[in-house]
C-alpha cells in the first residue's frame, strides 16, 4: 500500500534530486550502468550489517530504497523489509524486479517520506538502513531524528554518506563524475556532504549512540572498493538506540 504521489511537495525532499534518479530508473538493475558503484559495494554494504545485526526475521526498514538493490538483499537474509522512497519511477522499477526475484512475500515498496512514516509507524522497526541518502536530502538532521522515531528500542540504524573536504570533492565530484566518468554529472553537489562529527551530533541529539564509523574507498586500478579505516571520503556508521 503506497502513500499518494501527490502529497510529497511538503516533505524533506529536494525536486532536482529526485528527478535525477527518475531520469535514471530503468537503468537501476543494469550492473553495466550508472549504478554500478550501487551494484558493486553492495556486498560491502551487506556485509557490514549482518556483522552487528541479526537480520533474519528481523523488521527491517531500508530509507531512500531506489531501485531494490538492497532492500532485495536484506530480504534474501532473511529480513521483513519495508523500502520507502519518493521516487515513483524506481519504486516502479523495484516493484517490477519482484517478479524476477521472487521476493514479494518478504518486501514492501512505499513511496512516502521518513518524517511521515515516523508519524504513521513509530518504533516499529528492528534495523533500519539509509545509505546513500543523506547527502541528497535538504534537511538531513530531520530524517535522523524521524530515524531516530523508527526504530525500536535497542534497535540498529544504519548510514552511509560522503565526507566534505577537499579529498572528498576532488575525488567524489571530479574525478568519479568528470574524469572516470562512474557518475552522471551533477550527482552530488559538494555543499550537502556530511562530515562524521557532524552526523555523530545529528545521532547524539537524538539519543543514538554511535558504535562504529568505517570508512570505504575505491581502487581505480583494481576497480575494487574495501572497508578500511579512511573516512575521508565514503563512511558508513552503526548506531544503536537506548
Known sequence: MSADPGNVSGDNVDQAELEKFQALAKRWWDPNSEFKPLH????????????????????????????????????????????IDL?????????LHLHESGLGER??????????????APASYDVITCLEM??????????????????????????????????????????????????PRGTHDYAKFIRPSELSGMLRNNALSVTNITGMTYNPISQRYRLGNDIDVNYLVHAQAP
Open 40 to 83: 558493486d559495494i553492495n556486498p560491502l554494504r551487506m556485509g557490514y550489517i549482518s556483522e552487528r545485526c541479526r537480520l533474519t526475521d528481523a523488521t527491517v526498514l531500508d530509507v531512500g530504497c531506489g531501485g531494490g538493490i538492497l532492500t532485495e538483499a536484506l530480504a534474501m537474509a532473511g529480513a521483513r523489509v519495508t523500502g
Open 87 to 95: 521516487a515513483d519511477k524506481p519504486l516502479s522499477v523495484a516493484r
Open 107 to 120: 518486501i514492501d515498496y512505499r513511496q512516502i517520506s521518513t518524517e511521515a512514516l515516523a508519524e504513521e
Open 134 to 183: 543523506l547527502e541528497h536530502v535538504p534537511d538531513p538532521a530531520s530524517t535522523i531524528h524521524a530515524l531516530s522515531l523508527l526504530v525500536k528500542p535497542g534497535g540498529h540504524l544504519f548510514l552511509s554518506t560522503i565526507n566534505r573536504n577537499p579529498k572528498s570533492w576532488l575525488l567524489m565530484v571530479v574525478g568519479a563524475e568528470y574524469v572516470l566518468n562512474m557518475l
